[in-house]
Nanobody, 116 residues
Framework: EVQLVESGGGLVQPGGSLRLSCAAS????????MSWIRQAPGKGLEWVST????????IYADSVKGRSTISRDNAKNTIYLQMNSLKPEDTAIYYC?????????WGRGAQVTVSE
């Protein structure tokens, strides 16, 4: 059974930093690209970032480019999203996402709140 479990969310002040983690299980993690997608309150889903299976290629949404870094540790079956210089508009539920064996899988999400 494929499982994606996020952790590391929380409340942070504007300008602060946070690192999200997503632990994966139930599939050959090193064979698949993985992504982070977020949903702000009252808004639709927004793709944030994707990393390829080997970790050597990454892409970012313009809204987080330069402030965020996606990475992965295939030995630990985990991806990360390091977010710096956080803004109130980064407040959202952050989901780990993978297209695994032609099916879409989502984690339950991690709440990130950026506020004074």
């Amino acid at each position: 059974e494929v499982q994606l479990v996020e952790s590391g969310g929380g409340l942070v002040q504007p300008g602060g930093s946070l690192r999200l983690s997503c632990a994966a299980s139930g599939f050959i993690f090193s064979a698949y690209a993985m992504s982070w997608i977020r949903q702000a309150p009252g808004k639709g889903l927004e793709w944030v970032s994707t990393i390829n299976n080997g970790g050597g290629s990454t892409i970012y949404a313009d809204s987080v480019k330069g402030r965020s870094t996606i990475s992965r540790d295939n030995a630990k079956n985990t991806i990360y999203l390091q977010m710096n210089s956080l803004k109130p508009e980064d407040t959202a539920i952050y989901y780990c996402f993978g297209q695994i064996m032609s099916r879409s899988y989502w984690g339950r999400g991690a709440q990130v709140t950026v506020s004074e």
